[in-house]
Each structure stands twice: as C-alpha cells, then as structure tokens.
C-alpha cells in the first residue's frame, strides 16, 4: 500500500555530513508521520527522528538531537535526514518508516524501506 525507498547512505569521515532520502510512494496519505530508524551490528533497531507530514512536528532521539534534521516535502512524498558531526558510533543501516503518528518505537510503524548503509570511519 506504501512504498518506501531509501536512498544517500555512504562512506564518510568523522565530523563528516550526508544527507539521506526516503522517497515514498502508493497511498501515503493514509500515514501521518514519518521516521527514521537505524540499527548497527550486534544492536537493536533504534529510533533517530520522525516528522509528521501535517504541520512539521518533529522529534529526535538524544544521540542526534543537535547534529541530525529530518524534514519533509510532501509534494514529493519525500522525508530526508540531513546529518552532521557524524561519529563512528553513528555507523548503521538507516531505515525509513511510515505509521499513523510519530513515534519512539519501531512497532507503531506499519511500513518501511529496505534501509541504506551509513558507514562513519575514524
């Protein structure tokens, strides 16, 4: 019903930036929010950021609160996470999700890409 496809992920240097796309498809406007998610070997899925696509309301996670921005253009039913001050610890695959509302846990998102690679060397 709602396709997702990540996109931006790469190799950068510490204190480096990049950007990430998750570009959204099918029928979107039956979810409210958006977020980002990422999960490193060895972890669990954790939540980064979320952004409601009514009025722009957003929420970060501690970790990247200050050096991460997640934005929305709903005319191109896309969400991107702009990051900065990258550190070797931010080193995951990041996932995008679709749900009803933003939120912490990755059990209220009901769809989700396939995730792109975010790799941070030293």
């Known amino acids: 019903q709602v396709q997702l496809v990540e996109s931006g992920g790469g190799l950068v240097q510490a204190g480096g930036s990049l950007r990430l796309s998750c570009a959204a498809s099918g029928r979107t406007f039956s979810s409210g929010a958006m977020g980002w998610f990422r999960q490193a070997p060895g972890k669990e899925r954790e939540f980064v950021a979320g952004?409601?696509?009514?009025?722009?309301?957003?929420r970060y996670s501690d970790s990247v609160k200050g050096r991460f921005t997640i934005s929305r253009d709903n005319a191109k039913n896309t969400v991107y996470l702009q990051m900065h001050g990258l550190k070797p610890e931010d080193t995951a695959v990041y996932y995008c999700a679709a749900g009803a509302a933003i939120a912490a846990v990755s059990t209220m998102y009901e769809y989700w890409g396939q995730g792109t690679q975010v790799t941070v060397s030293s």
């Open positions: 952004i409601s696509w009514i009025g722009g309301r957003t």
